[in-house]
């Protein structure tokens, strides 16, 4: 309990840094901060004396200490300012594409979390078997081939070959959207793809965590009083192996971010991934910002639900 | 945080389990297999990566065309006894470019990883080293570092300071420091207390010739290891970057920007020649870097010193 209030302690002051290294982001972009700040439709009307008075208004002559205040009384409110390129607020055009992209990195994480789980308990059990080996470096390869490689040979196999799954997109036109088996065929790819280095990383984990579960001295003794080695994995060694596997929930949370934004430009997925690619493309400073900020909250919040969950699971983890 | 776990995680090697002292006998030959075996795949990453280098060096020596030379006659040509390896859509010879492309890519994971792991150490001896209020301070700078995904930093960065080769290095080496400083902060907590370094410090040892002289040999292992797991990682987010065209650009090659170019369904389904010779390069790369440090991490086994 102590734990996981001095946890939720920390949460304020990471959000407060993690808006600073943004700010300084922020500032770092060219353009005239003021156009960022205001509706743009409002923007044409107004004269040069006016934005000025708005500049003055806004405190944008203000120190920078200053300004970030300002800001950030306006981005905790929910204005994270208006996208240069669509005119519309940032946090609204985030939002809008957010289910997709859950949609899409949830998935992954799912498949990856079953599939990597499941063979490094495989690959536990059988330790030092020519399945563990086999296992051990096909998990090197899936942490070592980039995922827009695995994307290319996808779609160049199953794809354009062998014409099992649409080359891109979520939806054929004119099918309708939503959770249809129609977009569930363009997922296909594109989550896979995306899963694969998870997947790696779930069997190293898994099959290390399984390996010092089994160790464990309780599993001796389970084992010595005649227990079946079926039962002795059911009842000792599976539930403690799947523990550790929680925090790779949170731990993975940014390498799938970074993939999204990947693996959805190849396969046009119009999730945040694309949206990001787009605005860094086009320039679109506000939402670059405004999804930097959003991407480290997601984090931030997924690993703090990780370490509580991992606190609540095992009682015997303690605050340092 | 996390930090109990993330050094877990990165500091287990697949092929040995954080559990060292296996519950199961193992027959001589099994156990030889396995060292060979280990010791295969470092060996195999190190042959790899020395052909690598090898190449990149030689490039202008070995390379059979300019890379960057336009060929209007010759334009997507699959391979064949002119061109090896095909040649890209305004005709310039794959093998050169992919040959070529070895020097970019690998300088950039070099470089990359040179700076930050020089940013991390620094970061993290000192706060390691001072203590108190300094460390409280750079930790929680790490922490809120590490929230953000990197590659989606790099990206927007680079989309501000514009892409080409120094600037990806830069933005690449200015973010991949957090893990190492924690890492070395880590290590330089236990060596802070060893009593050859508190009798350095007790003859007047300055901070910097403590430091130098007897905390930084002692965490040069597990920066190795980092180290080239690292290039690993920089390789593939420059091949990323490139990828997405926001990273060495036209008409320098690097393998990421082959790629690129073959992005498009319509050239990926008629000319797979175009992505197929860069994707494989980068794989076998970042393969051997992750071959070469998991057999460092065996070698210097940091497992039992990486913990906190």
Same mark, same amino acid.
């Given at each position: 309990?102590?734990?996981?209030?001095?946890?939720?302690?920390?949460?304020?002051?990471?959000?407060?840094?993690?808006?600073?290294?943004?700010?300084?982001?922020?500032?770092?972009?060219?353009?005239?901060?003021?156009?960022?700040?205001?509706?743009?439709?409002?923007?044409?009307?107004?004269?040069?004396?006016?934005?000025?008075?708005?500049?003055?208004?806004?405190?944008?002559?203000?120190?920078?200490?200053?300004?970030?205040?300002?800001?950030?009384?306006?981005?905790?409110?929910?204005?994270?300012?208006?996208?240069?390129?669509?005119?519309?607020?940032?946090?609204?055009?985030?939002?809008?594409?957010?289910?997709?992209?859950?949609?899409?990195?949830?998935?992954?994480?799912?498949?990856?979390?079953?599939?990597?789980?499941?063979?490094?308990?495989?690959?536990?059990?059988?330790?030092?078997?020519?399945?563990?080996?086999?296992?051990?470096?096909?998990?090197?390869?899936?942490?070592?081939?980039?995922?827009?490689?695995? +994307?290319?040979?996808?779609?160049?196999?199953?794809?354009?070959?062998?014409?099992?799954?649409?080359?891109?997109?979520?939806?054929?036109?004119?099918?309708?959207?939503?959770?249809?088996?129609?977009?569930?065929?363009?997922?296909?790819?594109?989550?896979?793809?995306?899963?694969?280095?998870?997947?790696?990383?779930?069997?190293?984990?898994?099959?290390?965590?399984?390996?010092?579960?089994?160790?464990?001295?309780?599993?001796?003794?389970?084992?010595?009083?005649?227990?079946?080695?079926?039962?002795?994995?059911?009842?000792?060694?599976?539930?403690?192996?799947?523990?550790?596997?929680?925090?790779?929930?949170?731990?993975?949370?940014?390498?799938?971010?970074?993939?999204?934004?990947?693996?959805?430009?190849?396969?046009?997925?119009?999730?945040?991934?694309?949206?990001?690619?787009?605005?860094?493309?086009?320039?679109?400073?506000?939402?670059?910002?405004?999804?930097?900020?959003?991407?480290?909250?997601?984090?931030?919040?997924?690993?703090?639900?990780?370490?509580?969950?991992?606190?609540?699971?095992?009682?015997?983890?303690?605050?340092? | 945080?996390?930090?109990?776990?993330?050094?877990?995680?990165?500091?287990?090697?697949?092929?040995?389990?954080?559990?060292?002292?296996?519950?199961?006998?193992?027959?001589?030959?099994?156990?030889?297999?396995?060292?060979?075996? #280990?010791?295969?795949?470092?060996?195999?990453?190190?042959?790899?990566?020395?052909?690598?280098?090898?190449?990149?060096?030689?490039?202008?020596?070995?390379?059979?065309?300019?890379?960057?030379?336009?060929?209007?006659?010759?334009?997507?040509?699959?391979?064949?006894?002119?061109?090896?390896?095909?040649?890209?859509?305004?005709?310039?010879?794959?093998?050169?470019?992919?040959?070529?492309?070895? #020097?970019?890519?690998?300088?950039?994971?070099?470089?990359?990883?040179?700076?930050?792991?020089?940013?991390?150490?620094?970061?993290?001896?000192? +706060?390691?080293?001072?203590?108190?209020?300094?460390?409280?301070?750079?930790?929680?700078?790490?922490?809120?570092?590490?929230?953000?995904?990197?590659?989606?930093?790099?990206?927007?960065?680079?989309?501000?300071?514009?892409?080409?080769?120094?600037?990806?290095?830069?933005?690449?080496?200015?973010?991949?420091?957090?893990?190492?400083?924690?890492?070395?902060?880590?290590?330089?907590?236990?060596?802070?207390?060893?009593?050859?370094?508190?009798?350095?410090? +007790?003859?007047?040892?300055?901070?910097?010739?403590?430091?130098?002289?007897?905390?930084?040999?002692?965490?040069?292992?597990?920066?190795?290891?980092?180290?080239?797991?690292?290039?690993?990682?920089?390789?593939?987010?420059?091949?990323?970057?490139?990828?997405?065209?926001?990273?060495?650009?036209?008409?320098?090659?690097?393998?990421?920007?082959?790629?690129?170019?073959?992005?498009?369904?319509?050239?990926?389904?008629?000319?797979?020649?175009?992505?197929?010779?860069?994707?494989?390069?980068?794989?076998?790369?970042?393969?051997?870097?992750?071959?070469?440090?998991?057999?460092?991490?065996?070698?210097?086994?940091?497992?039992?010193?990486?913990?906190?």
């Amino acid at each position: 309990m102590e734990y996981i209030l001095r946890r939720l302690a920390m949460v304020p002051f990471l959000l407060i840094g993690i808006t600073i290294i943004t700010y300084v982001m922020i500032s770092l972009a060219p353009g005239d901060p003021v156009t960022a700040l205001i509706n743009p439709e409002e923007l044409n009307v107004r004269s040069a004396e006016e934005l000025d008075a708005i500049r003055e208004e806004l405190g944008l002559n203000d120190p920078i200490p200053v300004r970030y205040v300002l800001w950030l009384k306006e981005a905790v409110q929910g204005n994270l300012g208006y996208s240069y390129q669509s005119d519309r607020p940032v946090l609204d055009t985030i939002l809008d594409r957010l289910p997709e992209t859950i949609f899409l990195s949830g998935s992954s994480m799912v498949v990856a979390m079953l599939v990597g789980g499941t063979l490094g308990i495989i690959s536990a059990r059988k330790q030092y078997s020519v399945l563990d080996y086999v296992f051990s470096i096909t998990a090197f390869f899936g942490l070592s081939v980039p995922n827009f490689f695995f +994307a290319m040979i996808g779609i160049f196999v199953f794809a354009v070959k062998l014409e099992w799954f649409p080359v891109f997109g979520m939806y054929t036109p004119g099918e309708p959207t939503g959770l249809t088996l129609d977009m569930l065929h363009h997922a296909v790819l594109p989550v896979t793809a995306l899963a694969v280095p998870q997947i790696a990383e779930y069997m190293r984990y898994s099959r290390a965590a399984t390996l010092d579960a089994i160790n464990a001295e309780h599993v001796t003794t389970a084992r010595a009083k005649g227990l079946a080695d079926r039962a002795v994995f059911r009842r000792h060694v599976f539930r403690n192996s799947l523990i550790p596997m929680v925090t790779i929930v949170g731990l993975s949370l940014p390498g799938v971010i970074g993939g999204s934004f990947i693996i959805e430009t190849i396969f046009s997925w119009p999730g945040i991934g694309l949206l990001g690619y787009t605005a860094v493309l086009q320039r679109d400073y506000p939402l670059q910002i405004g999804i930097a900020l959003m991407a480290a909250a997601a984090v931030l919040l997924a690993n703090l639900a990780t370490d509580i969950t991992y606190a609540l699971v095992d009682p015997r983890i303690r605050y340092e | 945080m996390s930090d109990i776990v993330s050094s877990a995680a990165s500091a287990t090697s697949p092929i040995e389990p954080s559990a060292a002292v296996s519950g199961r006998a193992l027959s001589p030959g099994r156990r030889t297999l396995r060292r060979f075996l #280990r010791h295969r795949l470092a060996l195999f990453g190190a042959t790899v990566m020395g052909i690598m280098v090898l190449c990149a060096i030689t490039a202008p020596i070995i390379a059979p065309y300019d890379p960057t030379a336009i060929n209007l006659v010759n334009i997507s040509q699959p391979p064949g006894r002119d061109h090896l390896l095909g040649t890209d859509a305004v005709g310039r010879d794959i093998l050169s470019r992919a040959l070529y492309g070895a #020097r970019i890519s690998l300088s950039v994971g070099v470089v990359a990883v040179a700076i930050y792991l020089s940013i991390g150490f620094i970061l993290g001896a000192v +706060a390691g080293y001072t203590g108190g209020l300094t460390d409280s301070a750079i930790m929680r700078f790490t922490d809120v570092m590490m929230c953000f995904p990197t590659f989606v930093l790099i990206l927007i960065l680079v989309g501000i300071v514009g892409p080409n080769i120094t600037n990806i290095m830069l933005v690449i080496g200015l973010f991949g420091w957090p893990g190492v400083a924690r890492l070395v902060r880590g290590q330089v907590l236990q060596l802070r207390e060893m009593d050859y370094v508190l009798a350095a410090r +007790a003859v007047g040892g300055s901070r910097p010739y403590v430091m130098s002289r007897h905390i930084l040999p002692n965490v040069i292992g597990p920066l190795t290891v980092a180290g080239s797991l690292g290039i690993a990682g920089a390789i593939l987010a420059e091949a990323g970057l490139s990828f997405l065209g926001l990273g060495v650009t036209q008409p320098t090659p690097s393998w990421g920007a082959m790629l690129n170019e073959a992005r498009n369904p319509a050239t990926l389904a008629t000319e797979p020649w175009l992505w197929l010779t860069p994707g494989i390069l980068i794989s076998l790369a970042v393969l051997s870097a992750n071959f070469i440090g998991d057999g460092l991490r065996d070698a210097f086994d940091v497992r039992s010193k990486a913990g906190h």
